[in-house]
């Protein structure tokens, strides 16, 4: 689960870490009036689920409230397209107005779970901003990793260490090390996956602030924070994984043309790698899991069939602990109902495969069975070629 930039300065400043005087505005005259509360020279900041906004153009300096009106207006029509948010981008429903701070130095800081070592992992570097993609790509010799061992917790001899790293020295140094013990204590007691600041600065009067901030939590400890699921701003997910997240179905939207249904992450992962193998793009990734009712296959199915990129369904389940004719039922339910004419193949295994089977040959829609992974995948490639036909 992701939040704003704002949201995650308040909770960093909740531990004590140091932020930027700002305020959050909904309408451009509400921008402009938080300008003039800064004395007009301020940053107007876009807020979206996404970071590369600074070369993007959502991350402009203002120095009077009307040039912010202006800028605000423009922000707040557009849909904001970064290196991070893909081709479509995302809708500006809000955004930060805070001081202009005089910035000396610019570091890179995160703590992120590293999934090799199960382990938190805290990344820094001498080099942050708005470059640090590439100062990890070119001189990765640049960006400093601690794992942090679980049961010692994040020493401050160590975190001592990253800042002398960082090449600081005397008091911002000492900051920087309390700093950095605040960042663990808040990615331990609010369940976060990640905890970036880029840039951590040291203004020219010689003080530490997070003049960004990025944060999203574990999606499997949300029930331990009641407030989390009121932090979510709907207007950045896409329409379709808000319902698929009622039904409680894993759904990815990709860019290709053939909608997928899958039971089980690792076999979503197969079929997609089958499918690019014979040629094909998947348009998603849907994961209904394992025990699902004929009534969640039938809505996995109908928001496959929502999204227009979808010209072809492939159906890939394994019917152990589903029934293959109920699956088959569910397909029929949802596509019937919503006069599907896409071209279906549908591979299952299992439980009562005779039985699914033959409902769907049965059914009347344009549904072919694959016999096994590649057949299906190979089939619906060639249907989708040859038009749906
Ligand atoms: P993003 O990472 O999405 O590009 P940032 O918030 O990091 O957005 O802003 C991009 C750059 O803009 C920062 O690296 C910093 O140099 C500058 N910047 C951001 N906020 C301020 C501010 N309040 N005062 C001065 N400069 C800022
Ligand atoms: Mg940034």
């Given at each position: 689960m992701n939040i704003h930039e704002y949201q995650a300065k308040e909770i960093l400043n909740g531990f004590g870490i140091p932020i930027p005087r700002s305020r959050v505005a909904l309408t451009a005259d509400q921008v402009e009036r938080a300008a003039k509360e800064m004395g007009g020279h301020c940053v107007i900041k876009a807020q979206i689920y996404a970071g590369g906004r600074g070369k993007a153009g959502g991350v402009k300096v203002v120095h009077h409230p009307e040039q912010a009106n202006d800028v605000a207006k423009e922000l707040f029509g557009k849909k904001l397209v970064t290196i991070?948010?893909?081709?479509?981008g995302l809708k500006v429903r809000r955004i930060l107005i805070e001081e202009a701070v005089e910035i000396a130095r610019e570091f890179y800081v995160s703590i992120t779970l590293d999934r090799e070592s199960s382990r938190y992992c805290l990344i820094a570097s001498a080099?942050?901003?708005?470059?640090i993609e590439e100062v990890a790509r070119k001189?990765?010799?640049k960006i400093h990793m601690l794992t942090i061992d679980p049961f010692t917790g994040l020493r401050p001899y160590q975190a001592r260490k990253i800042a002398l790293a960082l090449g600081l020295t005397g008091v911002v140094c000492e900051d920087c090390v309390e700093l950095l013990l605040n960042l663990y204590k808040c990615c331990l007691e609010r369940d976060c996956f990640l905890v970036e600041i880029n840039p951590l600065v040291v203004t020219k009067a010689g003080w530490l602030l997070a003049m960004d901030a990025k944060m999203s939590f574990d999606d499997n400890a949300?029930?331990?924070?009641?407030?989390y699921p009121d932090m979510?701003?709907?207007?950045?997910?896409d329409p379709l994984e808000i319902t698929a997240g009622k039904y409680d179905l894993a759904y990815i939207k990709l860019s290709g043309s053939i909608g997928c249904m899958v039971n089980g992450a690792g076999l979503a992962m197969a079929t997609l790698d089958v499918l690019k193998e014979f040629g094909g793009e998947p348009a998603n990734f849907l994961d209904v899991g394992g025990g699902a009712t004929r009534e969640k296959v039938a809505e996995a199915f109908k928001i496959i069939l929502e999204?227009?990129?979808?010209k072809a369904v492939f159906v890939n389940i394994f019917?152990?602990?589903?029934?293959c004719d109920v699956i088959a039922q569910g397909i029929i339910e949802a596509a019937s109902e919503v006069k599907c004419i896409l071209p279906i193949v549908v591979r299952m295994d299992g439980s009562h495969v005779e039985e699914g089977k033959k409902l769907l040959q049965e059914s009347g829609l344009n549904v072919q069975i694959g016999e096994t992974l590649g057949d299906g995948a190979g089939k619906i490639v060639k249907m989708l070629g040859q038009g749906g036909n």
């Open positions: 991070q948010t893909g081709p479509e080099e942050g901003g708005v470059e001189s990765p010799e949300v029930y331990r924070h009641r407030e979510v701003d709907y207007s950045q997910l999204d227009s990129d979808v019917g152990g602990i589903m029934r």
